[in-house]
Each structure stands twice: as C-alpha cells, then as structure tokens.
C-alpha cells in the first residue's frame, strides 16, 4: 500500500525566506503526483499537477519537483508571504486502479510571520 | 463557472443517526470521489462514481454509501454514526480518464456527538 509522508509537519518562516516542503512516496509506481493548499476548515486547492514523465512544474513563487525513481517531490516556494500560511498536502495518484484515488500525505503547516 | 459545490458546510449528528451529504460536481467533469478526513491528516479516499456506479473503494466499511444521480451530482450516505466519523468530507470532481488536477469542494464538517 502507498504511503506518503511530507516533512516537517509545521514550519515558520519571516517574510520574504525561500523554504521547500518535502514528500516521499513508498511505491514510484504513480500516475502523477499533486500538490495541494488548504486553508483551516476548508476545501483543497490544487496548486501544481506533477505528470510521472515530468519532473518539475512552475506556477508563479512555486515550482514542484518529481524525483520517481528516488519517491520524492518537493515545493519550493520563492519569497514567501504570509498570505502563503496554510497547510500544504501532496497526494499520489497510483497507477494500478489509478481512479481518483489519491493518497495523501498529513501535510506541512506552514506559517509565514510578517 | 461553478466549482464543485458541497451542502451542508456544518452538521451535528448522534451516535448512531444516519447522515446525507452532498456534492456537485464542477461544470464538465462527470466523476465524483468523496474523501474522508480527520483533525490534523490528510483525506482518505472513500469511494468514486461516475455513469451512477461505484467504480473504486478505499477502505471504508459497509456504513459509508453513495449514490450518483444522471445530472452527475453524488451524495455520501453514512448509517449508524459512530464518534469516530466526526471528520471534514470533501467531495472531489474531474472528467473521466483525465489528467487535469482534481478539483475539490469546500467539505462538510460533520460533527458526531
């Protein structure tokens, strides 16, 4: 069974510091992977899709590196602000019965202090 | 455009009533999965639909049902309500076979007591 462990599990920063969440994977068998934002008592929001042909994704401060072979991702977040305070969760998605079914790391709390 | 859509946002069952959630799935996408996820871990899926059958199942027992309705909407039934339900349930959407990121809705604490 895949699982998935994001370390550390809180983070805080000041304002403006780079800083890389990290995720590992036990089985690379996957069909991509999925970085997700979310905010307390809130829904997911999905920031960056990592196909398993890629290995990496940029959108904006934030770029998502896939390492399969090894069963690490990781998210770089450029300049960090405190809107950025939240909690960020990966997911795998495997490729055997891939459906929607994600597996999911317990996340990374992350707060920027102005 | 609407996202996926969940009702209600808050609700407060006892130990052993039964509950209905609800989901709408984002304009376009005909697949519904819901997820499972407790204070402080990451969801855990519990089932996906899409043509109005159960496709996939996590590990979930008999208590949790669903159903997905022709306009691609899906509720989450839960019987017999233990404490341990007590959880957020998030309702996720994408077109079938796609490979565009799964779109979620803002949950529905369900709040056991």
């Known amino acids: 069974k895949q699982e998935v462990t994001q370390i550390p599990a809180a983070l805080s920063v000041p304002e403006g510091e780079n800083l890389v969440l990290n995720c590992s994977f036990t089985?690379?068998?996957?069909?991509?992977l999925q970085w997700f934002r979310q905010d307390p008592g809130k829904g997911l929001t999905s920031l960056l899709l990592i196909q398993s042909s890629q290995r990496e994704q940029t959108s904006g401060r934030l770029n998502a590196s896939l390492d399969k072979s090894s069963g690490r991702s990781t998210l770089y977040i450029a300049a960090s602000q405190p809107g950025d305070s939240a909690t960020y969760l990966c997911?795998?998605?495997?490729?055997?019965?891939?459906?929607?079914?994600?597996?999911f790391g317990t996340g990374t709390s992350l707060t920027v202090i102005p | 455009d609407a996202g996926v859509t969940q009702s209600p946002t808050h609700l407060i069952k006892t130990r052993g009533q039964q509950v209905t959630l609800r989901c709408s799935p984002k304009?376009?996408?005909?697949?519904v999965s819901w997820y499972q996820q407790a204070l402080g871990q990451g969801p855990q899926f519990i089932f996906q639909y899409y043509e109005e059958e159960e496709r996939q199942r996590g590990n979930f027992p008999d208590r949790f049902s669903g159903h997905q309705f022709p306009n691609y909407s899906s509720e989450l039934n839960v019987n017999a309500l233990l404490l341990g339900d007590s959880a957020l349930y998030l309702c996720?959407?994408?077109?079938?076979?796609?490979?565009?990121?799964?779109?979620f809705g803002n949950g529905t604490r369900l709040t056991v007591t």
């Open positions: 089985d690379s068998a996957i069909y991509n």
């Open positions: 304009s376009g996408h005909d697949t």
């Open positions: 997911a795998v998605r495997p490729i055997l019965n891939a459906g929607n079914q994600f597996y």
């Open positions: 996720a959407s994408t077109p079938r076979g796609s490979r565009i990121p799964l779109h």
